[in-house]
Nanobody
Framework: QVQLVESGGGLVQAGGSLRLACVAS????????MNWYRQAPGKERELVAR???????TYADSVKGRFTISRDDAKNTVYLQMNSLKPEDTAVYYC????????WGQGTQVTVSS
């Protein structure tokens, strides 16, 4: 069973930064692809960033150059550093483990004020 707990969300002004963290209770964490998704009100959930077990990363076009995903396999933790935040980044951010079969965290709210 995979359990994921996110933290680090909050309210920030446009242009500010936040760092999200997701701690996974799972064996062989290092073998999992780890993801950050987000869902804004009235919109579908979208993939924001992914880091593979080997460390390769991919990003949604909307966050490239502003967000950075990283992982610390010794701590079973994945991070999302979010810089230059915009009001359109406001959403619930979810950590997810895997690719084809996803295990989800409970989400953390990020609100960016203009």
């Amino acid at each position: 069973q995979v359990q994921l707990v996110e933290s680090g969300g909050g309210l920030v002004q446009a242009g500010g930064s936040l760092r999200l963290a997701c701690v996974a209770s799972v064996s062989l964490f290092s073998s999992y692809a780890m993801n950050w998704y987000r869902q804004a009100p009235g919109k579908e959930r979208e993939l924001v960033a992914r880091v593979l077990s080997g460390g390769s990363t991919t990003y949604a076009d909307s966050v490239k150059g502003r967000f950075t995903i990283s992982r610390d396999d010794a701590k079973n933790t994945v991070y999302l550093q979010m810089n230059s935040l915009k009001p359109e980044d406001t959403a619930v951010y979810y950590c997810a483990a895997g690719i084809f079969r996803l295990h989800w965290g409970q989400g953390t709210q990020v609100t960016v004020s203009s």
